[in-house]
């Protein structure tokens, strides 16, 4: 029972001085005009400062408050206009479902190549998918999930810094006009719209769904949106709140030791989620041309980064938000369906060794 106290006692320090590190940076880079700022300040700040050794910590409930924000406020961007014309989109989204295993296939040959990474860590760690589904898909399969959930974080650590500067380096804005269903806020919708997330989230939760909190929160907002029912504002604050716990929640997974425990892999991954982030953007633009879509919209919808953070660099940047939002939804939800099954595949024909699924 003492000792119990005592971990909890130290997870709050660390979550403490965590928010005493993540908030003061993302008000610095905010003043610096930086795209993103409450997330890229806290996560830099808080990897920095984690790898060094500090005692830091980024409870789980503290990330799953900031993922409800943001998923909260994204669904209001799903408005009637911006349904109908989703509708219209399913080929380019299959197209970009494809193209994200073809990603993940290049990145797992790399780690292979040059890192020589066993068959199961290297596929679950290239795959452009949820972090802790890829990991614990690669744990069912025999990979090392240390390994792929290091590799992961890495790549969503380069996306989030890499993407969002370089939108703001070449100044690409979208033509696409999705705004809000409203521009103020209305106190009481509010309050039933947090209500309603807050249920439906904790319900996926409850259900073991994959990214229940951002998943559950937008899935709520969206529909409630789309119906009329909802008419106001996120306040500011929330979203902030919600980019500076994520950032921190991300950033606390550096701890000392991180690259050491399988550097060159680690090392061969960050490299070709780099790859990937340029052959990616080539293949956004010559979608967009297909599908009629801006081309800076359609590039971040095909970028490998997660929902949440590319899904909020797009409502910061001005682009399409439901756009970007659903490619990368069903992009989640496709590869958790897909992968298992497409590395057993290979396993078989390959006679690579299989885990115990």
């Known amino acids: 029972m003492t000792e119990s106290i005592g971990r909890r006692q130290r997870a709050l320090r660390g979550f403490a001085l965590a928010l005493a590190i993540g908030a003061p940076a993302g008000w610095l880079c905010a003043w610096l005009n930086w795209p993103l700022p409450w997330m890229i300040g806290p996560l830099v700040a808080c990897a920095l400062a984690s790898a060094k050794g500090l005692p830091l910590h980024g409870p789980r409930s503290a990330r799953a408050v900031g993922q409800w924000a943001i998923g909260a406020a994204l669904g209001l961007y799903f408005t009637p206009e911006a349904i109908s014309r989703i509708t219209e ?12 295993v073809l990603i993940g296939l290049g990145c797992a040959w790399a780690m292979r190549r040059f890192a020589g990474a066993d068959p199961a860590t290297a596929f679950f760690a290239g795959a452009v998918g949820n972090a802790s589904e890829m990991a614990l898909q690669g744990e069912r399969n025999g990979g090392r999930v240390e390994t792929i959930a290091a ?36 106190w009481p919708a509010l309050a039933g719209l947090i209500l309603a997330t807050v249920v439906t989230a904790f319900a996926l939760h409850r259900l073991r769904s994959p990214s229940p909190w951002v998943m559950g929160s937008l899935l709520a907002s969206s529909l409630l949106t789309a ?35 399988a550097p060159l892999i680690v090392l061969t991954g ?48 001005g682009l399409g938000v439901p756009i970007v939002t659903v490619f990368h939804v069903t992009r989640m939800a496709a590869l958790l369906v897909v992968l298992g099954g497409l590395y057993r595949w290979f396993a078989r024909r390959r006679r690579w060794p299989l885990g115990p699924v």
């Open 89 to 100: 989109l399913w080929l380019p989204i299959v197209a970009a479902i494809g193209w994200s």
């Open 151 to 186: 590799v992961h974080s890495m790549r969503i650590m380069t996306v989030v810094i890499t993407v969002p500067f370089a939108f703001r380096w070449l100044d690409l804005h979208g033509t696409d006009l999705f705004m809000p269903a409203a521009s103020s806020i209305h």
């Open 227 to 261: 119906t009329g029912q909802v008419a106001t504002a996120m306040p500011a604050i929330i979203i902030i709140g919600g980019q500076l716990l994520i950032g921190i929640a991300l950033g606390t997974r550096f701890a000392p030791g991180f690259m050491q425990r």
């Open 270 to 317: 960050s490299l070709a989620s780099l790859v990937s982030i340029g052959f990616s953007a080539v293949f956004g633009l010559a979608l967009a041309r297909l599908a009629a879509i801006a081309p800076a919209t359609m590039v971040l919808a095909v970028a490998p980064g997660g929902i949440a953070e590319m899904s909020l660099t797009a409502q910061v940047l």
